[in-house]
Nanobody
Framework: QVQLVESGGGLVQAGGSLRLSCVAS????????MGWFRQAPGKEREFVAA????????AYADSVKGRFTISTDNAKNTVYLQMNSLKPEDTAVYYCAADRSQAVQSTTPDYWGQGTQVTVSS
């Protein structure tokens, strides 16, 4: 199985930056795609960004394109989400996700992290 552990959330002012990290462990060789979702209070969970393995193709939600960057450090089994120019509407719990066979935005991912809170003040 795969375990995902997130870190890096916190409180930041609008216009600031945060970098989220997701460390994968266990049967990491089985992962095809990893990405990030977020869920704000009272809203549905929404896709943010994803990166495929081993090619590294990326995908972003329109709401974050140009501001967020997803990347991978294979040596550390870690996926990052660099978030720049943060806006109050980015406030949400951010979840790392992984799937064994499909892009995470195209399915219900097989694995989820515990979530990390990102709060952007105006």
């Amino acid at each position: 199985q795969v375990q995902l552990v997130e870190s890096g959330g916190g409180l930041v002012q609008a216009g600031g930056s945060l970098r989220l990290s997701c460390v994968a462990s266990g049967r990491t060789f089985s992962i095809y795609d990893m990405g990030w979702f977020r869920q704000a209070p009272g809203k549905e969970r929404e896709f943010v960004a994803a990166i495929s393995r081993p090619i590294g193709n990326t995908a972003y939600a329109d709401s974050v394109k140009g501001r967020f960057t997803i990347s991978t450090d294979n040596a550390k089994n870690t996926v990052y989400l660099q978030m720049n120019s943060l806006k109050p509407e980015d406030t949400a719990v951010y979840y790392c996700a992984a799937d064994r066979s499909q892009a995470v935005q195209s399915t219900t991912p097989d694995y989820w992290g515990q979530g990390t809170q990102v709060t952007v003040s105006s």
